[in-house]
């Protein structure tokens, strides 16, 4: 406890003791403050470094997901346009052969058959030809004798 002095001799000391505690009350609040700015700017530094770090990836993250995300559809589109013109060329293809093989075989039909016909036809020309000459070289022979 302080307390008033009471001579001089005790006032001097008094004032050193005063002194002294005024001293520490100022180094005590200038450490206080010195503490509590590093506290701040160390939090301030923490909390920016966090908060730019975690931007950063997740626009990281975010860029990875877009260009994923493109490459995989652009492989699903070129295996799609790829497997479509594929599959078009083989039903193109297959159509062509079934039409030139139906083709063919209408065309062989058509000539086997007309093959037949102008057969027949020629071998009953020659069948009535020879029958007619027949017949005539018979009444002919009849009318001689």
């Given at each position: ?5 009471s ?43 966090v ?24 492989v ?45 036809v ?24």
């Amino acid at each position: 406890m302080i307390t008033s002095p009471s001579s001089p001799a005790e006032t001097s000391g008094y004032d050193r003791r005063l002194s002294g505690r005024i001293v520490d009350v100022v180094v005590i609040s200038v450490v206080v403050i010195s503490v509590v700015v590093i506290s701040v700017v160390v939090i301030s530094v923490v909390v920016i470094s966090v908060v730019v770090i975690s931007v950063v990836v997740i626009n990281l993250v975010a860029i990875s997901v877009v260009v994923i995300s493109v490459v995989v559809i652009s492989v699903v589109v070129i295996s799609v346009v790829v497997i479509s013109v594929v599959v078009i060329n083989v039903v193109v293809i297959s159509v062509v052969v079934i039409s030139l093989v139906v083709i063919s075989v209408v065309v062989i039909g058509v000539v086997v058959i007309s093959l037949v016909v102008i057969s027949v036809v020629v071998i009953s020309v020659v069948v009535i030809s020879v029958v007619v000459i027949s017949v005539v070289v018979m009444i002919s022979v009849v009318v001689m004798v």
